[in-house]
């Protein structure tokens, strides 16, 4: 099973709004990464987690909060969000990198946020 | 810094052209990793090929090629006898080798490939 499954596909919310959305991948993967893509533009690195562990924040606005309950689920939860946060939000995963191999990232098909 | 470029931004083709899309890379790493990405229209990001750079073999995957050369800092993408289904935006993507626990990307711009009947 190669497949990043992503929930839901399409979500449209209002700026007082609380929602999540949910990553689930059963490759045994240990890294598990958020991205966000604006159109026409490549995919923009938000978080990473490492065995469960956040290893990497870009930065990111504190209206988005990450969390990884368990080695196989990313979830992302919203509040408060701006109508610029409109974008296709992109799950993916990979097997932890070693020094004598490397593993692609496997992404999922993305939810398409849309902020009124 | 890391840094990819795909100076194309889109092409458009007839079915059965061939196209080359064209990926040039930067990073002070000696060992680094390159990939291909496709993004159909509905969003998914599929991976296509891994290259590292200590393996310059060129490789062929049914009517896809690719052609690394370290010499130029490129890695070129081919396709063969194009089809609609081809029709996607391209990602490049670098990322430098460690054991840190995950990876990095640094993805180029994309180029969008256009294949008309």
């Known amino acids: 099973d190669t497949e990043v499954t992503q929930t839901p596909k399409h979500l449209v919310m209002g700026m007082t709004n609380k929602k999540s959305l949910k990553c689930e991948q059963h490759?045994?993967?240990?890294?598990m990464y958020w991205y966000k893509q604006k159109a026409k533009k490549p995919p923009e690195l938000m978080f990473v987690y490492s065995y469960e562990k956040l290893s990497i924040n870009e930065s990111v606005p504190s209206r988005f909060s990450p969390e990884c309950p368990n080695s196989s689920l990313l979830n992302l939860h919203l509040h408060a969000l701006q109508p610029e946060d409109s974008a296709l939000y992109l799950c993916?995963?990979?097997?932890?990198?070693?020094?004598?191999?490397?593993?692609?990232?496997?992404f999922g098909p993305g939810t398409r946020l849309t902020v009124l | 810094a890391q840094k990819v470029t795909q100076a194309q931004t889109e092409i458009s083709v007839v079915e059965k052209e061939d196209v080359t899309l064209d990926c040039v890379y930067e990073?002070?790493?000696?060992?680094?990793?390159l990939f291909w990405y496709k993004q159909p229209p509905s969003g998914e990001l599929v991976f296509l090929i891994r290259r590292n750079s200590f393996d310059e073999q060129n490789e062929i995957s049914g009517r896809y090629s690719w052609n690394f050369q370290k010499s130029t800092s490129s890695f070129n993408f081919t396709i063969t006898a194009s089809q609609v289904v081809d029709s996607a935006v391209y990602f490049c993507?670098?990322?430098?080798?460690?054991?840190?626990?995950?990876?990095?990307?640094?993805f180029g711009k994309g180029t969008m490939l256009l294949v008309s009947p």
């Open positions: 993916a995963s990979s097997q932890a990198p070693t020094t004598s191999s490397y593993n692609e990232q496997f």
């Open positions: 490759m045994g993967h240990r890294a």
């Open positions: 990073t002070r790493d000696t060992t680094y990793y």
């Open positions: 993507a670098l990322s430098e080798g460690d054991n840190s626990g995950y990876s990095t990307l640094t």
